[in-house]
């Protein structure tokens, strides 16, 4: 199990001059492991769900950026549909 902080760090800037308290969930972070049946797994927590309670439009719109970006990553890493 391996824990991950990632993201464009500009995007990052982005919300946090917006709202500081942002930066308790920017960068994301993302858990890569694997589970008892020898698959690969991903989890993240979607960062718009996160950033929704501060009802800022600029960075909704970043957060759900980041998150497009994030369920590809998890895609290509994985090989699944994820739906």
Known sequence: MSQYSIGNHLLGVQMIEEIAEIS?????????????????????????????QYQNEEVMNIARLVDQRLEALARAATGNDLE
């Open 24 to 52: 308790l969930y920017a960068p994301p972070r993302l858990l890569l492991y694997e589970n008892y049946e020898g698959t690969t797994c991903i989890a993240y927590d979607q960062l718009a769900s996160l950033v929704a």
